[in-house]
């Protein structure tokens, strides 16, 4: 027999927040109760199995004053973000920088693309 | 001081600026103050509506506005269909304006708006220029409130900053304010800012909230607060400020719910070297009032019709300067309503201004935008709101001189979201004054 537990979370796909019960059966969600729509459903997943984010820092530009914005091109692991912002740590980008630039490949292996969100001449 | 008004001087006739005495005059058909999300926005629209000789006033070095150091992902989901950083929406808005041949004088400082209309502005290229225009947008933003505001006691130490300051010094200048972090108010920047704390390696010790609810939406509280295991403290707030030079600490006071005062005797000292303030923004209309336009005080904003034209024929306004916005995606579809409204003012002049039907907020909402609907109103008219409170499951009421004439169905309104509703024009025609109300399907908290 597996056991249960149950996790909590507030949906936030729309403004209503459904206060979401995720039960887990060996790291697997099993069930998700507490939604008012679909959407709520595979947000609870999502969340109590691997959540994800984007992520969003800054890197220097050599010559400038100025930092340059970064992003992930995709969401990425939520426990991966301390080990991608450290790995955008000591990152010099060489101006001209455009938009959408990759600064960074596959940050911490996760497939993901660090990208430029600034340009710079 | 002699030596450098001579160098500036000197400067000045060098590179034949405008000496001080002579003014120039520039003529346009429209011309936008502030480019920002609201004024890049309303450029394009005018000018995709047939009107080409279009200037925006932009007070920094770059377009973007506020956009410029919101470095965040979650942009133009509604008008690009895709997630952007600021900076990424900001540059497309720019991009088409660019495209578009819009004339962008940086570093303009619009001091008045005049008769005629007539913008005063002063910049280095332009020196002191009077702008006759046909139409004018206004589109400057808003503001953060400010401790003075709050008139938080203790003393004034370096270290209290508004959060969109916080955020200006990380994103843009690279400087941490401060490492162990106390915030008051949870508003959207604030979250924002909070998270970028805690990316950077501060403490963000807790947000406090004077009301039972958060100024901030939901998904920032889940993703910016609860991801970093940052305490929300609702019904709390900041009593007093500790420190000479620096902040040391503050003094956190539990809050009424009833009153919304801080309940004495219940005052913690939390030990903090940065006070951060996230507590509501202002439009930033000084002059819109200093010309004389007629403002709402629930909205704070310019009083307009459908097509943002405000109590001035022929000076319209949009963006976070007619009402604060949460998202920039409306604050886009709201530039491009003015801009197209204003380039059909300067093809075919005002419409008929007679027998405007008066738009009031009733019980439970704050504002209603637009404040007047001209008879010339066709198909739907858009009314963006607010609420003062969590309703759950409410209905909201349209009455015109005090008859229901349509009623709309919502999950949920909060006072943090923007609502809105569309009504049909010939449900409003014809009265004096409709009214806008919201009633709770379920009790509240």
């Known amino acids: ?58 890197v ?14 995709q969401a990425i692991p939520k426990r991966l973000i301390p080990d991608c912002v450290e790995a955008l740590r ?32 | 001081m002699t030596t450098k008004l001579t160098t500036n001087a000197a400067k000045a006739q060098a590179t034949k600026l405008t000496v001080l005495g002579e003014i120039n005059h520039m003529e346009v058909d429209i011309a936008i103050v502030g480019g920002g999300a609201a004024g890049l926005a309303a450029a394009n629209a005018a000018y995709d509506a047939g009107i080409t000789n279009v200037a925006i006033f932009e007070r920094e070095t770059a377009t973007g506005g506020i956009l410029k150091q919101c470095i965040h992902n979650g942009f133009g989901l509604h008008r690009f269909k895709e997630e952007l950083s600021g900076p990424e929406y900001a540059a497309r808005e720019h ?53 003075g505001m709050l008139q938080i006691p203790g003393t004034r130490p370096a270290g209290i900053y508004t959060a969109g300051t916080a955020q200006h010094m990380i994103n843009l200048e690279g400087i941490i304010p401060g490492r162990e972090v106390v915030m008051l108010g949870s508003g959207d920047i604030g979250l924002i800012v909070a998270r970028r704390l805690a990316y950077e ?63 004495p005797g219940t005052e913690e000292i939390i030990p903090c070297d940065t006070v951060l303030l996230s507590v509501g923004l202002i439009p930033e209309n000084e002059l819109a009032r200093a010309a004389g336009i007629v403002m709402d005080r629930g909205s704070k904003g310019a009083l307009v019709d459908q097509t943002y034209q405000t109590s001035i024929p022929g000076i319209f306004s949009a963006g976070n300067v007619l009402h604060i916005h949460d998202l920039v995606d409306f ?8 801009g197209r409204a204003a380039a059909e003012y300067v093809k075919n002049g005002g419409a008929e201004r007679a027998e405007v039907v008066e738009v009031v907020p009733g019980s439970g909402v704050s504002y209603v935008v637009p404040q007047r609907v001209t008879p010339a109103a066709q198909g739907k008219v858009l009314m963006r709101f607010r609420v003062r409170n969590i309703y759950k ?46 009633e709770a399907g379920e009790p509240n908290e």
């Open chain 1, 90 to 121: 000591g990152i010099e980008l060489t101006p001209p920088v455009k938009i959408g630039d990759v600064v960074l490949k596959d940050v911490c292996g996760t497939g993901a693309n660090v990208i430029a969100t600034k340009n710079f001449d």
């Open chain 2, 393 to 438: 499951k409410p209905t909201v009421h349209v009455l015109a001189d005090g008859v229901e004439v349509k009623k709309f169905k919502r999950q949920i309104l909060i006072p943090a979201e923007m609502a809105e509703i569309k009504v049909d024009a010939e449900l409003i025609a014809g009265h004096k004054t409709i009214e806008v109300t919201v």
């Open chain 2, 95 to 147: 991009e088409a304006a660019v495209e578009r041949g819009i004339q962008i004088n940086y570093q303009a400082f619009v001091l008045s708006i005049e008769e005629g209309p007539l913008l005063r502005v002063i910049s280095p290229t332009l020196g002191m220029t009077h702008v006759h225009a046909g139409a004018i947008i206004l589109a400057m933003g808003s503001r953060e409130r400010t401790r």
């Open chain 2, 201 to 263: 390696g501060a403490n963000v010790k807790m947000v406090l909230n004077r009301s039972h609810f958060s100024g901030g939406l939901r998904r920032n509280i889940v993703q910016c607060l609860d991801d970093y295991g940052i305490p929300l403290r609702l019904l709390h707030t900041i009593t007093n400020v500790y420190g000479k030079n620096r902040v040391e600490a503050v003094g956190v006071s539990q809050v009424d719910k009833a009153t919304k005062k801080a309940i």
């Open chain 1, 1 to 58: 027999m597996s056991e249960k537990t149950y996790k909590h979370f507030i949906c936030v796909s729309c403004p209503v927040g459904c206060e979401l019960e995720v039960t887990m059966e060996d790291g697997v969600a099993t069930q998700v109760t507490g939604y008012t729509c679909k959407r709520g459903i595979e947000y609870g997943i999502d969340e109590a199995t691997d959540p994800k984010r984007v992520v969003t820092s800054l």
């Open chain 1, 60 to 73: 220097n530009v050599k010559g400038k004053q100025m930092p340059c914005s970064v992003r992930t091109n």
């Open chain 2, 331 to 338: 604050v886009s579809e709201e530039g491009e309503g003015a």
